[in-house]
């Protein structure tokens, strides 16, 4: 698996992309979004595809879910990869014991500004004051801490953790700093390539 492929789902992974293992020593990933959020899963369907992992089926599906809380009819894209050995250290890495997905505790080695990127894209809400909120109320509050660290170690970016929802939390200046990194960073590889 390449360099760009392996950030790419981490980000998606820490994210709301699955990762499951299956039988021989191998495993899957599957993507959904909302609806509303066509563009990205399109992009993100096209960059695995292009940088060569199988999928189940050339197309992005759509799903129809009743949402009983709301007593709306929700709209979601989902694809799937197939299960392949090379995604088992993912999956390795991502799924406990009991197959649950939780945050390794050396995330920060595997934490780059493409796996933020798609983090971010895959589950951050810009906020109104143009910050960003991280979606971590899945995973418990030491796993929440151990992200909180590996931003900060390795991006110097700030972030709170939202006391009820267990949500990373950042400021405008913060992801400005972040952006402009990210921005230099993919400059330089794109030189480089």
Known sequence: MNKVLRETLIG????????CKTGLNKAFISFEQSSK???????????VRKEGLPLM????????????????????????TQSIEELRPLADMFLDEAGAKHIPKNIAEELTHRSLAFWIMDDGQQVKR??????????DLEEVNILKEALKLNFNLDTNIHPFARRLCSQKQEIKKVKTDLFMKEFIYQKQT
């Open 12 to 19: 998606a992974i820490l994210g709301d992309a699955h990762i």
């Open 37 to 47: 959020k066509a563009d990205y899963l399109n992009f993100l369907h096209d960059l």
């Open 57 to 80: 089926d050339e197309t992005v599906r759509t799903y129809l879910r009743q949402d009983v809380r709301y007593n709306t009819q929700n709209s979601s894209l989902y694809f799937r």
């Open 130 to 139: 143009g910050g960003v909120t991280l979606c971590t109320y899945s995973f």
